[in-house]
T-cell receptor, first 110, second 114 residues
Framework: KQEVTQIPAALSVPEGENLVLNCSFT??????LQWFRQDPGKGLTSLLL?????REQTSGRLNASLDKSSGRSTLYIAASQPGDSATYLC?????????FGTGTSLTVIP | SAVISQKPSRDICQRGTSLTIQCQVD?????MFWYRQQPGQSLTLIAT?????????ESGFVIDKFPISRPNLTFSTLTVSNMSPEDSSIYLC???????????FGSGTQLSVL
């Protein structure tokens, strides 16, 4: 079974700080990797999707990178804001199967 | 992209009762997925719903407990039957669509069973 790990489980930063969230996977033969945001008790909102042939994707203050050889993806959030407080999950796709990490709970302190 | 309307958004139910969750997608999709997210945990796939055929259930999930309907390419329901407190979770529907087959999720149903 594929494993997807997100460390740390929780992170607290002051407003304005740049931060990096990590996602690790055991098998490098991925199809794509997707980052999501989840607010408490809610569904998942797609942030960025990186195809296996890509190295990074950017949207606004978010930048996601992918290094298949090391089994790692990072989500970089620039100039963090209190509204960024949420749980961030990564999902790795192998064929038609999706494997989700347990998420990093981010708190941005005003 | 896909917009998924999921309802109810939350419910509190008594043990032994059943709840049906509905998902409506704004475009036609071949497959819809139903996930469960137990408190503090990640997502677990319950089943994949295909239009015109029976849903495909993952190990540990059975049709009698989680019957699924998929009457057309834009709609699906998941029923949680004979509920117990262990069924308290967030239930999510999802679709895969677009040229890059991105995953999109409904807003989730937070279920509490007393």
């Amino acid at each position: 079974k594929q494993e997807v790990t997100q460390i740390p489980a929780a992170l607290s930063v002051p407003e304005g700080e740049n931060l990096v969230l990590n996602c690790s996977f055991t098998d490098s033969a991925i199809y794509n990797l997707q980052w999501f945001r989840q607010d408490p008790g809610k569904g998942l909102t797609s942030l960025l999707l990186i195809q296996s042939s890509q190295r990074e994707q950017t949207s606004g203050r978010l930048n996601a990178s992918l290094d298949k050889s090391s089994g790692r993806s990072t989500l970089y959030i620039a100039a963090s804001q209190p509204g960024d407080s949420a749980t961030y999950l990564c999902a790795v796709r192998y064929g038609n199967q999706f494997y989700f990490g347990t998420g990093t709970s981010l708190t941005v302190i005003p | 992209s896909a917009v998924i309307s999921q309802k109810p958004s939350r419910d509190i139910c008594q043990r032994g009762t059943s709840l049906t969750i509905q998902c409506q997608v704004d475009s036609q999709v071949t497959m819809m997925f139903w996930y469960r997210q137990q408190p503090g945990q990640s997502l677990t796939l319950i089943a994949t719903a295909n239009q015109g055929s029976e849903a495909t259930y993952e190990s540990g999930f059975v049709i009698d407990k989680f019957p699924i309907s998929r009457p057309n390419l834009t709609f699906s329901t998941l029923t949680v039957s004979n509920m117990s407190p262990e069924d308290s979770s967030i239930y999510l529907c999802s679709v895969k669509t677009g040229y890059n087959e991105k995953l999109f999720f409904g807003s989730g149903t937070q279920l509490s069973v007393l």
